[in-house]
C-alpha cells in the first residue's frame, strides 16, 4: 500500500511564506508526474503546479512567480514552496502521484491534506 502524507501547512500573514512536502511511502514500482492541488470552501479543485519525472514543470497562473515546485526522487518526496501568500491562497491543499505498484497497475494516489490560511 503507497500513501502520500503532506506536511508543513498552517497559519501566515499576508506576504508571508510556507513550504509544503509530500513523502510517498510503501513499495511502488516507479513515481511519475507529482503535483499539487488545492481546494477551499465554495470552489473547484484547482490544479496548482505539477512536476514531472525529470524535473519539469507546470504552474497555474495563480501561481507563477511565487510558487514553486520541486521534487527530490531519492526521498519520494515533493515539494510547494509559496512565497508572497495571499488570503486567496488559502484552501486544503492535496498532493498527488502517478504511481505504478508491484501489480503493474498505474493509479493517481492522493495525500489527506494539510490547510493553509492566510490572514489579513
Known amino acids: 500500500q503507497v500513501q502520500l502524507v503532506e506536511s508543513g501547512g498552517g497559519l501566515v500573514q499576508t506576504g508571508g511564506s510556507l513550504r509544503l512536502s509530500c513523502a510517498a511511502s510503501?513499495?511502488?514500482?516507479?513515481?511519475?508526474?507529482m503535483g499539487w492541488y488545492r481546494q477551499a470552501p465554495g470552489n473547484e479543485r484547482e490544479l496548482v503546479a505539477v512536476?514531472?519525472?525529470?524535473?519539469?514543470?507546470k504552474y497555474a497562473d495563480s501561481a507563477k512567480g511565487r510558487f514553486t515546485i520541486s521534487r527530490d526522487n531519492y526521498k519520494n518526496t515533493v515539494y510547494l514552496q509559496m512565497n508572497s501568500l495571499k488570503p486567496d491562497d488559502s484552501a486544503i491543499y492535496h498532493c498527488?502521484?502517478?504511481?505504478?505498484?508491484?501489480?503493474?497497475?498505474?493509479?493517481?494516489?492522493w495525500g489527506q491534506g494539510t490547510q493553509v490560511t492566510v490572514s489579513s
Open positions: 498527488t502521484a502517478r504511481i505504478v505498484v508491484i501489480s503493474g497497475t498505474t493509479d493517481t494516489y
Open positions: 510503501g513499495m511502488s514500482f516507479s513515481i511519475g508526474d
Open positions: 512536476i514531472g519525472r525529470g524535473g519539469g514543470t
